[in-house]
């Protein structure tokens, strides 16, 4: 009797220890997947790729960097709260996938967001795309400015890169 009493007694301390285990609120910051390929341009247009993914930014620096190469940025908790608090401002069901305009010889950007398990693809030119979207593109390409990266000896695919191939382009010369 006593040996059954002290099992019912365990079960109900495990059961409650388990049933609090589930209901302790855990404030988790989760980073939506984002990814961007830049374009080249006349000028010296910085052309590169980026992926958002698991707490770290991924850079591809291909042209007009202070770098080549591929790179990693381990996000810190601030990076993490600026991007969450950037993405919450975009109106993510208005966002259209394309903003651009008639203006010649512009850099172009071709990018994806993820959030709330919704997968928005938006090409567009800086000045066309809405100011809460771009401010978020701004800060992320923002941070393969800073001295923290770690070069990378791995290839990684960036599915905006495609379409957005890199060719040479001669100026054209001034007419006489």
């Known amino acids: 009797m006593i040996v059954l009493n002290q099992l019912k007694n365990f079960i109900v301390i495990f059961g409650i220890f388990v049933i609090s285990l589930y209901s302790c609120k855990r404030e988790k910051t989760v980073i939506p997947i984002l990814e961007l390929s830049s374009s080249a341009c006349h000028g010296d247009c910085p052309i590169f790729d980026l992926k958002l993914y698991e707490n770290k930014v991924y850079f591809n620096l291909i042209e007009n960097n202070s770098r080549k190469g591929i790179y990693e940025y381990n996000l810190s908790d601030l990076d993490k709260k600026s991007i969450n608090k950037l993405v919450s401002k975009i109106d993510y069901n208005n966002l259209k996938n394309e903003y651009t305009s008639a203006i010649q010889d512009i850099q172009v950007y071709n990018s994806v967001l993820h959030k709330n398990q919704n997968r928005k693809e ?9 100011d809460d979207y771009y401010k978020l593109i701004e800060y992320v390409i923002n941070l393969k400015d800073i001295h923290f990266l770690s070069k990378m000896d791995t290839i990684i695919t960036f599915n905006t ?3 957005m191939e890199i060719d040479e382009i001669e100026i054209p010369l001034i007419p006489k």
């Open 122 to 130: 938006v090409y567009f030119y800086p000045m066309n795309a809405p």
């Open 161 to 163: 890169r495609k379409g």
